[in-house]
């Protein structure tokens, strides 16, 4: 049996459960209820909040945790990262007051800096060679200096909105941070079989993530370029039509590049694509 720590409540709760949800682990949500076992697969969820999530791993209470990378840097526990998973982007930035000459990071050389990450602030501090005061405040950070107790910021920046409502402005990305699954060390057989079996299944999942699948009509003469455009996993499936100078050509792309794809294959002629929902890859 396994047991994973997810937030209790927060940003990472939801896409935690649902991550859990799409390969099939129903757990129920957190309700008054600290533990919940899966009636699908040999797993419990354990709820917590975010900042418990690395220790209580790392001391074995729970065989596996979802956390944000910062979160686990900051707090430095003895893990396996598993797996990024591609959700609870963002990053840890230093900010400084909108009005301000910035023009690198000397300029917090003296200056107090409003965190609650202390930790890797103060290691991109001294890899600098920077001395400045960090001020650890747990939340809230971004007023520090509007209520002058700090002279900038080191916090997380998702859009930046909360910045520019607070009249500052990002100078320095330190930390890119995502969801990660960590691990226990030392796993036993039976953990390790199921931790196998969780992976595949949140890899198939991770893939599919971001990708469209694409069918469409072309000219055979327009095939090698299709082929081309489209680089498909192994390569793309080409169907005859009744008409013999059609075919039917599908293939799986990224849907950031979809619009691009799409415009190219139609200047060569491609007609009646279907952009289609991928549920899972299996690899
Ligand atoms: P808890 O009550 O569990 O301690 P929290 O207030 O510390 O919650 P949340 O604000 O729910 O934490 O954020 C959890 C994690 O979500 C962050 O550590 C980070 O990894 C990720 N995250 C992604 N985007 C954002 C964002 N815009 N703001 C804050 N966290 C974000
Ligand atoms: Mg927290």
Redesign the pocket.
């Known amino acids: 049996m396994l047991r994973i720590a997810i937030?209790?409540?927060?940003?990472?709760n939801e896409e935690s459960l649902s991550l859990l949800q799409d390969i099939g682990i129903e757990v129920d949500a957190p309700k008054r209820k600290l533990l919940s076992k899966s009636q699908t697969f040999p797993l419990e969820a354990l709820y917590?909040?975010?900042?418990d999530i690395p220790h209580v791993v790392a001391g074995g209470t729970a065989t596996l945790g979802i956390?944000?990378?910062?979160?686990l840097e900051e707090r430095g526990a003895d893990v396996d990262i598993l797996a990024r998973l591609g959700f609870?982007?963002?990053r840890l930035s230093l900010a400084v007051p909108k009005g301000e000459d910035y023009e690198g990071p000397a300029w917090f050389s003296g200056r107090r800096i409003a965190t609650s990450y202390p930790n890797i602030l103060r290691k991109y501090l001294d890899d600098k060679g920077i001395d400045a005061k960090i001020e650890v405040i747990t939340g809230s950070v971004e007023i520090g200096p509007a209520i002058g107790i700090a002279d900038a910021i080191f916090d997380?920046?998702?859009?930046g909105s909360t910045l520019i409502a607070n009249g500052l402005k990002e100078v320095e990305t330190v930390f890119e941070?995502?969801?990660v699954l960590i691990a226990r060390k030392n796993l036993d057989a039976e953990e390790r079989t199921l931790i196998d079996d969780l992976l595949f299944r949140i890899e198939s999942e991770t893939v599919s993530r971001g990708k469209k699948y694409l069918l469409m009509n072309i000219p055979k003469a327009s095939l090698d370029e299709a082929i081309r455009i489209l680089p498909a996993m192994r390569s793309p499936t080409v169907m005859p039509l009744a008409s013999p100078d059609w075919c039917s050509l599908h293939s799986v792309v990224n849907t950031a590049d979809l619009w691009t794809k799409v415009r190219q294959l139609k200047a060569i002629g491609a007609e009646g694509i279907l952009v289609m929902d991928v549920d899972k890859i299996i690899l």
Do not use: F, H
């Open positions: 937030q209790s409540k927060g940003r990472l917590l909040r975010d900042d956390v944000g990378l910062n979160e609870g982007a963002c997380i920046v998702s859009s941070s995502e969801a």
